[in-house]
C-alpha cells in the first residue's frame, strides 16, 4: 500500500476510534439533569400544594445550640393533615430516644408523655401564626405563600435521604412580623414539590432546628382516631401556662 494511502487509512481509524469512544463515553455517562429555575420550583409548589390535604411520614427532629455545642436528635411518625377551612390537626409520635407525642390540634397543643403519666396542654392561640410556621410551614406549602412571605434564592439541587431536591434559602421579607422572625432552608423534593427537610435558624447565633421527613405518604386517609392520644390509665393533665 503506497504510504499516502497507508496514512489516510491510519487518521482513518484513528477519526473512527475517537468517534466510537465519544459514543460509549456519551451511554455511560448519566445524563446531566435538568435544574429547574426558581419560577418553575414555586408554580411545581403551588400546583402540589393545591391537592395536599395531608402525609404520613418518618421524621428526624435535630436541635443544636452553639453555645455549648449541643446536638440533640429526635426519630418518630408524623401524622398531619388540613381541612378545608384551613385548621390543621398534626400528630407526632416520637421513639427515640424518648417515647413521648405531641399533638396540635388547632390552637391547642397537647405533650402525653406515658413514663410519667401526664399530659401538658396549651393553648397557643396568642402565637398560632408563629406556632404554624415552626411546626406546619412544611406541610401543603404552597410557592405562592413562600414568595409573599420571603426573599427566596435557589441555591441549587441536592439529594436529601437519597432524594433529588432543590436547595432554597428563605429570608423574610419582615423580620418583626411574628410568624416570619427566622430565616429557613428548605429543600423541596423534586418529585412530590413539597419539602422534605426543613433548617430553621433561631435567634440566638448558631442555633437551629432541623427536621427531615423520609418515606412520605401523600394524601393517605386520615380519620380523627388518628390524631387521639391513648392515655394510660392513671393519666394527670396538668396546664403549664395557669
Known sequence: ?????LFLSTRRRGRIAAA???LIL??????SA????????LAEMDAAASGWTGMRASLEWVRYMALVDDR????GEIVVRRTADGSASMLISFEEPNVYFLSVQGTRVEIYKPKIKTVEEYDV???KAKMENALL??????GSYLGQHYDIKLLGPATVNGQSVVHLDLQPKDPQAEMNSQRIEMWVSTDIWQPVQQKIYDRSPGDYRLYSYSEVALNPSLTAQDFKLRLGRG?????PQR
Open 34 to 41: 435538568t435544574v429547574p429555575d426558581l419560577t418553575t420550583v
Open 26 to 31: 456519551g451511554c455511560l455517562a448519566p445524563a
Open 1 to 5: 500500500m503506497p504510504r499516502s494511502d
Open 235 to 239: 393519666t394527670k393533665r396538668v396546664h
Open 20 to 22: 466510537v469512544s465519544a
Open 125 to 127: 392561640s396568642d402565637s
Open 72 to 75: 440533640s436528635v429526635e426519630r
Open 137 to 142: 410551614l412544611g406541610f401543603g406549602t404552597s
